[in-house]
């Protein structure tokens, strides 16, 4: 019988997916019909699912999305000024293949964050490689770095990095540290990878929470230059629905 050596071989050539295709196909009478060709055919299919499964599930995992979201999740009946046509749009990504910047803009509560994250989940299923991180949690981060001297490996991977989520964007005034850190990831990241932020505040007040004029201007140029944005608006979605009387 060639069924445990053609799996023992298959194994040793890391075809984990076809291996497991071979193992339910053999144990399957109506597999029995199937010509050679239609036999590798399946095989091959299901090697390519577990491939793409297993870099998806990879990517997710550096993603680290602060929430599980996924685009078939998107609630376009809450009032919250969210243009269907428009969100699925960047879904599709075009903008990120265009190394353009995203801004996701509205009140607490809003869901700024998941929608940000739904992109970022829709990106690593094309391939793409994304990060999420809070701006004041990265800036702590950079700091730290550059105290024990890993800043430089460390702006290198931000750079690299397909899209860029920050949260949080301008939850608080930046400080001169704060502005010469992020001004660096912009600058590395401008015209050859993407940067998505979220931030209660409308971009005319980010001028302000930069704290900075001269740091401000070029900040911003890198930023919000060929930015797309997304107002919402709204109430909070995290309040409980209060009942109306009948």
Not at 126 to 145: F, H, K
Request: hydrophobic share 40%; aromatic share 4%; proline share 3%.
């Amino acid at each position: 019988m060639l069924k445990h050596p053609t799996l023992d071989l298959l194994g040793q050539l890391g075809l984990t997916g076809m291996a497991k295709a071979f193992a339910e196909m053999e144990g399957n009478d109506d597999a029995a019909s199937l010509s050679h060709a239609e036999w590798l055919a399946l095989l091959l299919d299901h090697e390519a699912t577990y491939r793409n499964d297993r870099r998806l599930a990879l990517r997710l995992r550096h993603a680290k999305l602060r929430h599980r979201a996924v685009p078939e999740d998107v609630d376009y009946r809450t009032r919250r000024s969210l243009d269907r046509r428009l969100f699925e749009t960047l879904l599709a990504g075009e903008w990120i293949s265009r190394h353009e910047n995203l801004a996701i803009i509205g009140p607490t509560g809003i869901g700024k964050s998941w929608l940000a994250c739904a992109i970022g989940h829709k990106a690593c299923r094309d391939n793409r490689s994304v990060l999420y991180t809070r701006l004041p949690r990265l800036i702590d981060e950079l700091t730290l770095a550059k105290g024990d001297g890993r800043i430089a490996a460390r702006m290198k991977s931000l750079a690299r990095v397909d899209l860029l989520i920050l949260d949080d964007w301008g939850l608080q005034p930046l400080d001169g540290n704060a502005r010469h850190h992020l001004l660096e990831i912009l600058e590395d990241r401008y015209g050859q990878r993407s940067t998505l932020v979220t931030s209660q505040l409308p971009v005319a007040r980010w001028h302000q929470t930069i704290n900075d004029p001269t740091y401000a201007d070029a900040i911003l140029d890198r930023l919000v230059h060929n930015a797309h944005r997304l107002e919402l608006e709204g109430e909070s979605m995290r309040r409980p629905a209060t009942q109306t009387a009948a």
